[in-house]
């Protein structure tokens, strides 16, 4: 079976960082397309970071500069490293694996940006 659990949420101070992780399981990750996305309460989810297979990446406008995605393919994990937090990065952060038309997705992990 299919497991994406992500790892690494919590409480941070604006300005702060914070690095999620997501590690998979049950699939060939090298063949997989991966994501981070994010849902603040009353919004919808939005992409976050997208790394392909080959390990070409993009990100939203809102955190160009500020987040980086990158994988490990030997570990089976996807990682988000969140620089220069903000109010308005509160969410919870999800992790996708993507393959034509597969997807599987995290249960999430919630990440709050407050003083």
């Known amino acids: 079976q299919v497991h994406v659990v992500e790892s690494g949420g919590g409480l941070v101070q604006p300005g702060g960082s914070l690095r999620l992780s997501c590690r998979s399981s049950?699939?060939?990750?090298?063949?997989?397309?991966m994501g981070w996305y994010r849902q603040a309460p009353g919004k919808q989810r939005e992409l976050v970071a997208f790394i392909t297979s080959s390990g070409n990446t993009n990100y939203a406008d809102s955190v160009k500069g500020r987040f980086t995605i990158s994988r490990d393919n030997a570990k089976n994990t996807v990682d988000l490293q969140m620089n220069s937090l903000n109010p308005e990065d509160t969410a919870v952060y999800y992790c996708k694996a993507a393959l034509r038309l597969e997807a599987y997705w995290g249960q999430g992990t919630q990440v709050t940006v407050s003083s």
């Open positions: 049950g699939i060939i990750f090298t063949r997989y397309h």
